[in-house]
Nanobody, 128 residues
């Protein structure tokens, strides 16, 4: 089992920056790709960004490219989402997820069914 706990959400103004963190625990020694997702009220969950175990492979949704950066610190078992130039349409609950792939350091995926473990989410609200 992998437990994921997100933090760092809050209320910010349009144009501000915010950094989300996702701390992982359990399955020591496993390699896992991680991703961020978001879900706004009335909308389906959507992919935001993903990163491989090595950190060398990343993927972003078109809506956040150039504004958001995903990174990770494996020594701290933590993945981050640095969000900049925030817009009101970025308002959502942000979730992180993990997909264990012990055979690969560079595996990433933007498909939600590839992820086994999910956090409880952290709210991000961007006011105009």
């Amino acid at each position: 089992q992998v437990q994921l706990v997100e933090s760092g959400g809050g209320l910010v103004q349009a144009g501000d920056s915010l950094r989300l963190s996702c701390a992982a625990s359990g399955r020591a020694g496993s390699r896992y790709a991680m991703a961020w997702w978001r879900q706004a009220p009335g909308n389906e969950r959507e992919f935001v960004a993903a990163i491989s175990w090595s950190g060398g492979s990343t993927d972003y949704a078109d809506s956040v490219k150039g504004r958001f950066t995903i990174s990770r610190n494996n020594a701290k078992n933590t993945v981050y989402l640095q969000m900049g130039s925030l817009k009101p349409e970025d308002t959502a609950i942000y979730y992180c997820s993990a997909a264990i792939r012990d055979y690969s350091m560079d595996y990433t995926t933007s498909l939600d069914f590839d992820y086994t473990y999910w956090g409880q989410g952290t709210q991000v609200t961007v006011s105009s």
